[in-house]
């Protein structure tokens, strides 16, 4: 089981909002930034949210990231049909001195 | 633009070893740590470890520690990972990325690692 724990599924609809949590600890989210992934089936996961809260350039502020104590949240409005994909937080945990992935969470668009 | 291309499926026997490359380019190859994550079929993402191009320096999880060995040849901006004693298991993805403001921002395209008999 992962050191840091997602849901491992989500549903909403389209132009819907839906949030994914992403739970650590003191080690890993409580003393380190948060980012998040989007992996397309057969295809290389895809960074959308870096040190909590930023989006790399291309990416859509549709997408939006969070991060409080030890518990970090990406957040997706205006839901399409292609927001379908499985979402990982990740991030460094000092304790282990390795790099952490959640489990993962499978985002289906009803 | 970063790219990182790596090399091609690998087909290997059980306790066979495989290594596998990743060409860096559009950054100065010593700048950031280079990253390997596994990807079994239809599972999650497992870190694997890192390589510090500039001094050869290497963070290994405990889950492959003792079967792997990444490093980097600053003479051609490639790093390699070498996974030793394959076993079935160890048919996945492998993926490289280099740690850019705290996180995986650019991933190779990936290498197919088959253990079969």
């Known amino acids: 089981q992962s050191v840091l724990i997602q849901p491992p599924s989500a549903s909403g609809t389209p132009g819907q909002r839906v949030a994914i949590s992403c739970s650590g600890a003191s080690s890993n989210i409580g003393s380190n930034t948060v980012t998040w992934y989007r992996q397309l089936p057969g295809t290389a996961p895809k960074l959308l949210i870096y040190a909590n809260n930023k989006r790399p350039s291309g990416v859509p502020d549709r997408f939006s990231g969070s991060k409080s104590g030890t518990s970090a949240s990406l957040a997706i409005s205006g839901l399409h049909s292609d927001d379908e994909a499985v979402y990982y937080c990740a991030g460094w945990d000092d304790s282990l001195n390795a790099w952490l992935f959640g489990g993962g969470t499978k985002l289906s668009v009803l | ?117």
């Open chain 2, 1 to 117: 633009e970063v790219q990182l291309v790596q090399s091609g499926a690998e087909v290997k026997r059980p306790g066979a070893t495989v290594k596998i490359s990743c060409k860096v380019s559009g950054y100065t190859f010593t700048t950031f740590y280079i990253h390997w994550v596994k990807q079994a079929p239809g599972k999650g993402l497992e870190w694997m470890g890192l390589v510090d191009p500039e001094h050869g320096k290497t963070i290994y999880t405990e889950n492959f520690k003792d079967r792997l060995t990444l490093t980097a040849d600053r003479s051609t901006d490639t790093a390699y990972m070498e996974l030793r004693g394959l076993r079935s298991e160890d048919t996945a993805f492998y993926y490289c990325a280099p740690l850019r403001s705290g996180a995986l921002a650019t991933w190779g395209q990936g290498t197919l690692v088959t253990v079969s008999s």
